[in-house]
Structure formats: C-alpha cells, structure tokens
C-alpha cells in the first residue's frame, strides 16, 4: 500500500505565503513524476505544478513567479511554496504521484486527501 498525506493548509491575507508538503509512504521502488493539483468550489480540478525525478518543472500560467515546486527524492516528499497569494487561489489543493509499488510492475497515480488553502483577508 502506498499514502501519500499533504500538510501545511491554512488561512493567510492576501500577498502571504504558504509553503505545502506532501509525504509518501509505504512500498514504494520509485517515484516518478509528483504533482500539484487544486479544485476550487464549482470548478474543475487544474493542474498547478509537476515535477519530474530529475526536477524538470512545469507551471499553470496562473502561477508561475509566484509558486515553486520542489522535492525531497531521499525522503519522497513534494513540497509547493506559494508566495504573492491571491483570494482565486483559494481551493483544495491535492498532490498526485506516480509510483511503481514493491507489490506491482508498473507505476500507478496516487493522490492525497486533499488540503484547504484560503486567501481572505
């Protein structure tokens, strides 16, 4: 079984900061791409940022300058820091990795529970 358990949500004015993390755990023999999505009320989950094994990036234009994806392979953990935060980025935002399980052959899509981001002041 592989989990993977986001952290670091909350309220913050606009302009503020929030720095999220999502931790992998389990089986795990490799991690490919992770990812940050998030899904505001009435709206379509959207990509927000992906990361590659070898730290390619890739950004939704909506945030680029402002947010920067990261990770940790040693501790197969993506981190997202957000800065310059706007009201219309608040949403639900979710982590998805690709992993190959010590149970599989191939590498499956995993997601998070999910963690709230508010930008109000």
């Known amino acids: 079984q592989v989990h993977l358990v986001e952290s670091g949500g909350g309220l913050v004015q606009p302009g503020g900061s929030l720095r999220l993390s999502c931790a992998a755990s389990?089986?795990?023999?490799?991690?490919?791409?992770m990812a940050w999505y998030r899904q505001a009320p009435g709206k379509e989950r959207e990509l927000v940022a992906v990361i590659t094994r070898g730290g390619t990036t890739r950004y939704a234009d909506s945030v680029k300058g402002r947010f920067t994806i990261s990770r940790d392979n040693a501790k197969n953990t993506v981190y997202l820091q957000m800065n310059s935060l706007k009201p219309e980025d608040t949403a639900v935002y979710y982590c998805k990795a690709t992993i190959q399980s010590g149970s599989s052959s191939r590498a499956y899509d995993y997601w998070g529970q999910g963690t709230q981001v508010t930008v109000s002041s």
């Open positions: 389990g089986s795990i023999l490799s991690i490919y791409n």
